[in-house]
């Protein structure tokens, strides 16, 4: 059974960097697309970006400039570090899979990690 | 981008009703749709892909239809555990899309 567990800071300061981590467990990181998906409290989800197994990417032109995903297949892992971050960047960030066979939909999804932004 | 909109935004409904959710799009995006079910403090749960295809582990009461830009998320007998608020996701368009959710009560 797959699993996505989600680490890193629960508070980030503004203009700082928010960077998180997803393990894979239960199966390999190879061959699938691995998205970030984050929701502000009581509102909807936002689709951040993916990063295939290879190392490429695809990111939400509204987060582009500020988006960085890093994959390391050794330790069935992948990242996201999203610079400069504002009040606005405070939600819920989930890392889910995709598969190209599945059009790229999210089948798996690790539990969320609440990051918060404030001074 | 492409929009979403989903429509009704709140449900109340009762056990065994039928339901049916609408999710329209600004374009046309063929059949690259997902449904997911969210519960209160829980990560959403695929439950429908490519506009109709049911996820493995999935009720058949769940069932999707749709193409273009109109697509519809139905329940034909809501039970209990069905409560919650549902998105529809469009995937044939960077960048990929949600709508803004519908939730669904109890009456």
């Known amino acids: 059974q797959v699993q996505l567990q989600e680490s890193g800071p629960g508070l980030v300061k503004p203009s700082e960097t928010l960077s998180l981590t997803c393990t894979v467990s239960g199966g390999s990181i190879r061959s699938y697309y691995w998205s970030w998906i984050r929701q502000p409290p009581g509102k909807g989800l936002e689709w951040i970006g993916y990063i295939y197994y290879s190392g490429s990417t695809n990111y939400n032109p509204s987060l582009k400039s500020r988006v960085t995903m890093s994959v390391d297949t050794s330790k069935n892992q992948f990242s996201l570090k999203l610079r400069s971050v504002i009040a606005a960047d405070t939600a819920v960030y989930y890392c889910?899979?995709?598969?190209?066979?599945?059009?790229?939909?999210?089948?798996?999804w690790g539990q969320g990690t609440l990051v918060t932004v404030s001074s | 981008d492409i929009q979403l909109t989903q429509s009704p935004s709140f449900l109340s409904a009762s056990v065994g009703d039928r339901v049916t959710i609408t999710c329209r799009a600004s374009q046309g995006i063929s059949s690259y749709s997902a449904w997911y079910q969210q519960k209160p403090g829980k990560a959403p749960k695929l439950l429908i892909f490519a506009s109709s295809t049911l996820q493995i582990g999935v009720p058949s009461r769940f069932s999707g239809s749709g193409s273009g830009t109109e697509f519809s998320l139905t329940i034909s007998s809501l039970q209990p555990e069905d409560f919650a608020t549902y998105y529809c996701?469009?995937?044939?368009?960077?960048?990929?899309?949600f709508g803004g959710g519908t939730k669904v009560e109890i009456k």
């Open positions: 889910t899979r995709g598969e190209f066979e599945q059009m790229l939909v999210s089948d798996y």
């Open positions: 996701q469009q995937l044939g368009s960077y960048p990929f899309t």
